[in-house]
């Protein structure tokens, strides 16, 4: 009953922040999943304003590419960042809240999920 109502409150969430095409980011870590790219394909095609891709390391950007109008940072380079996203999804992470709190340092509020594989069915806003 309570993951009924997480979800719930989750897809309410993201209802929200596709409506209001609210900036957002994704955060992959401790590393940039296989599937990366067809998770933030699947956010922004479910209308989620996703432009910023946040890795853990410099070194594990190499393992996305990124598309136009997308930025690609280390969590290092995330506060020289000049357009931060408002909200930040976090994915695949061992300790999500040392991470919240990082991005709220500056101004970016945290969304957790520890689903990483399941995420692209976690955005349906439908």
Known sequence: MVSDLNEHRLLRTMQSLAANKTPCGIF???????NARQIVDSFKGNG????????LSVEQKKFFQ???????????????????????????IFFPYIFMDYFKRYGTKAI???????????????
């Open 28 to 34: 992959f870590a401790p590393n940039m999943p296989a």
């Open 48 to 55: 989620i304003n996703l432009n910023c891709i946040c890795a």
């Open 66 to 92: 990124a598309a136009a109008g997308e930025s690609l940072v280390a969590a290092e380079e995330f506060p020289a960042l000049p357009d931060k996203p408002k909200y930040i999804f976090i994915l695949n």
């Open 112 to 126: 957790i999920s520890a689903d990483v594989h399941g995420a692209e069915n976690l955005t349906t806003c439908s």
